[in-house]
């Protein structure tokens, strides 16, 4: 049976994709995010969505239309129950395709596990193939276990790899970085997205000392050849780039470029079941009242359909606004 897409704004935009974040916690401090480590929001003592609520909630979103889950966080791996609801998002949901955003501190020894759970993709964060810098960035020595992790993936012939590292001014946006990912995606099928910094309500000062234009990279990508690849209407806001000489590919996600908003394609469900309709703005309710009980999945559906009647146009973020995102471990990036 071939599901509609149900989940359209007032935009004409559609909404294939959700991205559940299942943890706020992360054992990782990159300074743009949580600079100063997990710290438990004292006044929402509310606990994680439970193995249950997560699949009445993916099954109302597959009978929706959705067909794609990212599971993100805070850091995904690191809930004791992680393959449980990878488990229930690829056999129990509806949903077509389960994939991962993670910071990869244990990709090395949970590759196996991750191929076996039969997931559609990964997506890991190494903001810079220097061990230093990578540790400067994110407060952990673990470049060389994640790079290792990669390499496993690759020896189970895992395809769908992309690598995510955040543009960062005076660290890792320049020639001398963007050729140690082209050697890098040289003879790997990867594709390396650079996403520019955005600036949250925890990183004000951060992003004025760190952020730069994608221009950068988009300079670096036209003087060596790269071409930009096109891509249909619903496949999301990175911008891709091949060329010949490479097996990987390179991307770009510039969030203050014009026009960003217009592929929107995703909304985002926290992890205690808060919907966000943009990573950014102030708009925002809960459902987890309405994913307690089988028989109140009609209700369910009915919610989100009238919440997305209320999603802006754009996120705003050039102009200084950051709403409800106090930092991305909150709405998974
Ligand atoms: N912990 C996992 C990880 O790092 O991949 C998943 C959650 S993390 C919030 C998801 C993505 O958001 C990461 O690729 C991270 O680099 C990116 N991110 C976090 N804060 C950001 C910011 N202020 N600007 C741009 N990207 C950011
Ligand atoms: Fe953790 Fe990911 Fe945020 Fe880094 S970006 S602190 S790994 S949640």
Same mark, same amino acid.
């Given at each position: 049976?071939? /599901?509609?897409?149900?989940?359209?704004?007032? &935009?004409?935009?559609?909404?294939?994709?959700?991205?559940?974040?299942?943890?706020?916690?992360?054992?990782?401090?990159?300074?743009?995010?949580?600079?100063?480590?997990?710290?438990?929001?004292?006044?929402?003592?509310?606990?994680?969505?439970?193995?249950?609520?997560?699949?009445?909630?993916?099954?109302?979103?597959?009978?929706?239309?959705?067909?794609?889950?990212?599971?993100?966080?805070?850091?995904?791996?690191?809930?004791?129950?992680?393959?449980?609801?990878?488990?229930?998002?690829?056999?129990?949901?509806?949903?077509?395709? @389960?994939?991962?955003?993670?910071?990869?501190?244990?990709? $090395? #020894?949970?590759?196996?596990?991750?191929? !076996?759970?039969?997931?559609?993709?990964?997506?890991?964060?190494?903001?810079?193939?220097?061990?230093?810098?990578?540790?400067?960035?994110?407060?952990?020595?673990?470049?060389?276990?994640?790079?290792?992790?990669?390499?496993?993936?690759?020896? /189970?012939?895992?395809?769908?790899?992309?690598?995510?590292?955040?543009?960062?001014?005076?660290?890792?946006?320049?020639?001398?970085?963007?050729? !140690?990912?082209?050697?890098?995606?040289?003879?790997? !099928?990867? @594709?390396?997205?650079?996403?520019?910094?955005?600036? +949250?309500?925890?990183?004000? $000062?951060? &992003?004025?000392?760190?952020?730069?234009?994608?221009?950068?990279?988009?300079?670096?990508?036209?003087?060596?050849?790269?071409?930009?690849?096109?891509?249909?209407?619903? =496949?999301?806001?990175?911008?891709?780039?091949?060329?010949?000489?490479?097996?990987?590919? &390179?991307? /770009?996600?510039?969030?203050?470029?014009?026009?960003?908003?217009?592929?929107?394609?995703?909304?985002?469900?926290?992890?205690?079941?808060?919907?966000?309709?943009?990573?950014?703005?102030?708009?925002?309710?809960?459902?987890?009242? /309405?994913?307690?009980?089988? $028989?109140?999945? !009609?209700?369910?559906?009915?919610?989100?359909?009238? #919440?997305?009647?209320?999603?802006?146009? =754009?996120?705003?973020?050039?102009?200084?606004?950051?709403?409800? +995102?106090?930092?991305?471990? #909150?709405?998974?990036?």
């Amino acid at each position: 049976m071939v /599901l509609m897409n149900l989940l359209k704004d007032n &935009f004409g935009r559609k909404f294939p994709y959700i991205r559940l974040s299942i943890s706020d916690v992360c054992n990782f401090k990159c300074g743009y995010c949580l600079p100063n480590g997990y710290q438990k929001n004292k006044g929402d003592n509310r606990k994680f969505l439970s193995l249950d609520e997560i699949e009445r909630l993916a099954k109302g979103l597959s009978e929706l239309g959705v067909s794609k889950i990212r599971l993100t966080g805070g850091e995904p791996t690191i809930r004791k129950d992680f393959f449980e609801i990878l488990k229930i998002l690829k056999k129990k949901s509806g949903i077509k395709k @389960t994939v991962v955003t993670t910071n990869g501190y244990k990709l $090395d #020894q949970i590759a196996e596990k991750l191929v !076996e759970s039969e997931i559609d993709g990964i997506n890991i964060s190494i903001d810079s193939l220097n061990k230093e810098a990578f540790k400067k960035i994110t407060g952990h020595d673990r470049l060389l276990e994640i790079l290792k992790g990669i390499e496993e993936l690759q020896k /189970l012939n895992f395809k769908n790899i992309k690598i995510n590292a955040v543009l960062l001014n005076g660290i890792n946006a320049n020639e001398k970085s963007f050729n !140690e990912w082209a050697n890098f995606i040289k003879s790997n !099928e990867i @594709t390396l997205r650079y996403i520019e910094l955005m600036q +949250t309500g925890d990183s004000i $000062d951060y &992003f004025k000392k760190y952020h730069i234009s994608s221009k950068v990279f988009t300079n670096y990508l036209n003087e060596n050849n790269w071409i930009f690849q096109t891509h249909g209407k619903d =496949s999301g806001p990175s911008k891709n780039y091949i060329n010949p000489n490479y097996k990987g590919k &390179f991307g /770009l996600i510039a969030p203050y470029s014009k026009d960003f908003c217009k592929s929107c394609n995703r909304l985002r469900i926290t992890a205690r079941g808060d919907l966000r309709l943009c990573l950014f703005g102030n708009t925002g309710i809960n459902i987890r009242h /309405l994913i307690q009980r089988d $028989d109140q999945l !009609e209700e369910l559906k009915d919610l989100i359909l009238k #919440q997305l009647k209320f999603k802006k146009e =754009s996120h705003y973020l050039e102009l200084g606004e950051t709403g409800l +995102t106090d930092n991305l471990s #909150q709405t998974g990036g």
